[in-house]
């Protein structure tokens, strides 16, 4: 056997997953609390004492480790820019992209309160970005003076116009900031170019985050650098579209995450028109995205699913899944307010089971809309124009959940089909038709962590332990 042990330092759980890479299967799996306040090599302590017993999988047989965290929140980034549509979404792309949650986002010249507002969100990197390479220099300059008079004390990764990017620099280091610098992540109007950004933010998570938060000694129990959890989470879906060695992909898909603190979608999808007419605006989508909706986790933001999706459709949800439903809305409401406060709470019975699934169909639905492109029809001097902006989803070839909710939840499929085209929104791009699986096993973020040095292994092992489940009905 060539066992492997693929390890994610969760914010709220360090779990094991132990496979067996001759035979392409999973052994064993085990979790414990991380124990991020105190050191947390204890959690794992836990949890590889949980794998031996539950497995019988010792430390001397292992022969590989691989890691990912989002320990203590994960990688925390604010995205500074210029215009809110152009340059600051360029720097959200490079930092979700890269792994990184964004955590605040301002575009044009920043002020105090703003300034106020990164440094509550305690950041682990700023990126700053601003106008195309010769184009607008004076915000980026502006904001740079505003970063650099600041108590704010985390590595700056500077972005943006090249032209001034020297001088920048230069205004961060002479008030004694840590300052990085990289290519212009929109370099012209029309080219959004986020990887020399991504590389950056990846080295400097290595080099400084993982000290920060106390994971060095895990990361010299693993071996080799610790990934950011959702790069793992969007580096498997990458590898289960496309394939690797001669081992075909699935085609293309979207990953719906749905968490306690946020849900997550990742998309592999080539952006196309809705057909040949269709005028598309906007930046260029890229074909591998992911996004983060940190005001959609299903225990931290319960109340503000709960609003979003408004009482009367929450009710019905719940009725379609229970008709004989003993609850009215001001008990949903006051079941929600109580999941906020206690976000480790495990459901009670069928009718909290059916809670949590009816705010999980809620929040996929908002997140998927969010993350999908829009179609709407102008009026030109030659007729009515189909206007698409943003990502077409509506061929997208297969659909997967993963999260806490798809393992020990119920009613996966009816999660699931909250991120498909509905006539009542008929302006949202969101998957049609697709194939539908369950990451039942939880295992895609180790798919993600094996696919640099394994891909074609780990793709199998994908492959065999998705579940398929039918969207019908």
């Known amino acids: 056997m060539d066992i492997h042990l693929l390890i994610d330092f969760g914010s709220t759980y360090t779990k094991i997953l ?5 035979a392409e299967t999973v052994l064993g799996r085990a979790q414990a609390i991380t124990t991020i306040e105190d050191d947390i090599t204890i959690g794992l302590d836990h949890a590889l004492a949980n794998l031996a017993e539950a497995s019988g999988i010792e430390a001397d047989e292992v022969s590989g480790r691989h890691a990912s965290s989002s320990a203590a929140g994960g990688l925390r980034m604010a995205a500074i820019g210029l215009v809110p549509e152009l340059t600051l979404e360029a ?12 955590v605040a986002a301002h575009g044009f010249e920043i002020d105090e309160v703003i300034l106020d507002q990164v440094e509550e969100a305690a950041c682990d990197i700023i990126l700053l970005t601003g ?15 505003m970063l650099a008079n600041s108590a704010i004390g985390c590595p700056i990764l500077v972005a943006g116009n090249r032209v001034v990017t020297k001088q920048v620099g230069e205004i961060l280091e002479a008030a004694d900031k840590q300052v990085f610098t990289a290519a212009n992540v929109l370099p012209t109007l029309d080219k959004v170019e986020v990887e ?23 990361q010299k129990f693993v071996g080799k650098d610790l990934m950011p959890t959702p790069l793992a989470s969007l580096k498997a879906a990458a590898l289960l579209a496309d394939g690797s060695g ?28 809705s057909d040949s007419q269709t005028i598309v605006r906007g930046l260029p989508e890229p074909r591998i995205k992911r996004t983060v909706e940190g005001d959609l986790g299903i225990r931290y933001n319960a109340p503000t699913i709960h609003q979003l999706a408004g009482d009367e459709t929450c009710m019905a949800r719940l009725r379609a899944i229970d008709p004989g439903l003993a609850c009215d809305g001001a008990d949903l409401a006051a079941h929600t307010q109580a999941l906020s406060t206690d976000v480790g709470y495990v459901p009670a019975g069928d009718l909290e089971y059916n809670i949590d699934v009816i705010l999980a169909q809620s929040a996929t639905a908002t997140a998927t809309q969010r993350h999908a492109g829009t179609m709407r029809e102008e009026f030109s001097v030659v007729g009515a124009v189909q206007v698409q902006q943003g990502k077409n989803l509506l061929d997208t070839k297969n659909l997967i959940g993963t999260g806490g909710i798809f393992k020990y939840g119920r009613h996966p499929e009816k999660i699931l089909q909250a991120a498909l085209f509905s006539p009542e929104n008929p302006w949202s791009l969101m998957p049609k038709a697709p194939k539908a699986f369950i990451d039942g096993e939880y295992l895609l973020y180790g798919v993600g962590l094996l696919a640099e040095h394994f891909p074609v292994q780990a793709l199998r092992i994908a492959k065999k332990y998705l579940n398929p489940v039918s969207l019908e009905g």
Do not use: M
């Open 18 to 22: 132990a496979v067996d890479l001759d």
């Open 246 to 273: 001669g081992e075909a992909g699935i085609g293309s898909l979207l990953v719906v995450e749905v968490g306690g603190a946020t849900t997550n979608i990742h998309s592999v999808v080539d952006n196309k028109p």
């Open 196 to 218: 020399p950004a991504q590389d950056l933010i990846r080295d400097i998570f290595i080099a400084q985050i993982t000290e920060a938060k106390g994971l060095a000694a895990a």
């Open 91 to 102: 720097a959200r792309r490079a930092a979700l992209g890269a792994g990184a949650k964004v």
């Open 131 to 145: 106008g195309t390479d010769g184009g607008n220099k004076k915000v980026i300059l502006h904001n740079a003076r």
